[in-house]
């Protein structure tokens, strides 16, 4: 290409190519967004669990792009590989692979569309009526993070573990409440 | 590569987890509905942090957090669907209308 500049000045200078950032970074959205739909729109809860992952994974990708490897491969072992397993366990465990009769086409549904699509384009508009300055990047590694969350997000950190026990306590309570043949 | 197509990206997946929520009646795909409105801020705070350069860490450690908080609603939210469906044999949240006797 760049031959073909030099023998024809103004005719392919104003040509910009994009970055592959770019070109990559359009992709995983354009991936997401799909993801996004088939959880939401796909009648069968377990395709919706798979579109979900498409997303997470293409989540994982864009940290990847945005100069926090640690964040993106957090994302992908814990999103992708913990949640999601959970989601797909409890599907196959209700044995839900039929989908329900829940899509509900009246008159709710297209208010809640309408709603969203207004909230979505103006979001988008103020985004772009405000402009933000560039990116600084930063590139985190897992140690300038460790050492942040030892030192300035310790409570945070310690509060959260806290929270964990609890969520599980919470969890195995609820499941307990049930008992067999009770009404 | 901009903020504000990262932030568009974001506010883009959080409607359409917004759009879940409020319309589907699985209680299953609502679940996941809130798990990409989650992944959704979590974008929307890595791509503002990255432009503050080094300051921009205390939004990392945001995400980590959120990401704690995430798994622990996901593990009680699916516990709560378990239970509704051993009680209802349902897990459309229309079936939840009586109050416990």
Redesign the interface.
């Known amino acids: 290409m760049e031959f073909l500049r030099r023998a024809h000045p103004g005719r392919f200078s104003a040509v910009e190519y994009p970055?592959m950032?770019?070109v990559l970074?359009w992709f995983f959205?354009l991936l997401?967004?799909i993801g996004?739909?088939t959880?939401?729109l796909n009648p069968n809860?377990f395709y919706?669990?798979l579109g979900?992952l498409l997303?997470?994974l293409s989540?994982g990708a864009?940290?990847m792009?945005?100069?926090?490897p640690?964040?993106s491969l957090?994302?992908v072992i814990?999103?992708a590989g913990?949640?999601i397993v959970?989601?797909l366990f409890?599907?196959l465990?209700?044995n839900?692979r039929k989908p329900?009769s829940?899509r509900?086409a009246s008159l709710k549904?297209v208010a809640?569309?309408v709603?969203?699509?207004l909230?979505?384009v103006v979001?988008?508009v103020a985004?772009?009526v405000y402009?933000?300055?560039?990116?600084?990047?930063?590139y985190?590694t897992a140690r300038?993070?460790g050492r942040?969350?030892l030192t300035?997000?310790l409570l945070?950190f310690e509060l959260?573990s806290f929270?964990?026990l609890?969520?599980?306590v919470?969890?195995?309570g609820?499941?307990k409440?049930?008992k067999e043949g009770e009404e | 590569?901009?903020?504000?197509?990262?932030?568009?990206?974001a506010?883009?997946?959080f409607?359409?987890?917004?759009?879940?929520v409020?319309?589907?009646?699985?209680f299953?795909?609502i679940?996941?509905?809130l798990?990409?409105m989650l992944?959704s801020a979590?974008?929307a705070v890595?791509?503002a942090s990255?432009?503050?350069?080094?300051q921009?860490?205390?939004g990392?450690?945001l995400?980590?957090?959120v990401?704690?908080?995430?798994?622990?609603?996901?593990?009680?939210g699916?516990?709560?669907?378990?239970?509704m469906?051993?009680?209802t044999e349902?897990?459309?949240v229309d079936s939840l209308s009586e109050l416990p006797k």
């Open positions: 970055s950032t770019d970074m959205a997401s967004i996004a739909f959880v939401v809860p919706g669990a979900l997303n997470f989540l864009m940290y792009l945005l100069q926090s640690i964040l957090v994302q814990v999103y913990g949640i959970f989601f409890v599907i465990l209700l839900l329900l829940d509900d549904g809640a569309l709603l969203v699509v909230f979505a979001g988008v985004l772009w402009p933000t300055n560039g990116f600084t990047m930063f985190v300038d993070l942040f969350m300035d997000g945070a959260s929270l964990l609890v969520g599980v919470a969890a195995i609820i499941v409440l049930y | 590569m901009t903020p504000t197509m990262v932030l568009g990206l506010l883009v997946l409607s359409i987890g917004l759009f879940g409020l319309f589907r009646k699985n299953i795909v679940l996941m509905s798990e990409l992944n979590n974008l890595v791509g990255q432009m503050f350069g080094e921009g860490l205390q990392h450690f995400v980590l957090m990401l704690i908080i995430a798994a622990v609603e996901v593990a009680i699916l516990a709560i669907a378990v239970h469906y051993r009680t349902s897990v459309e």
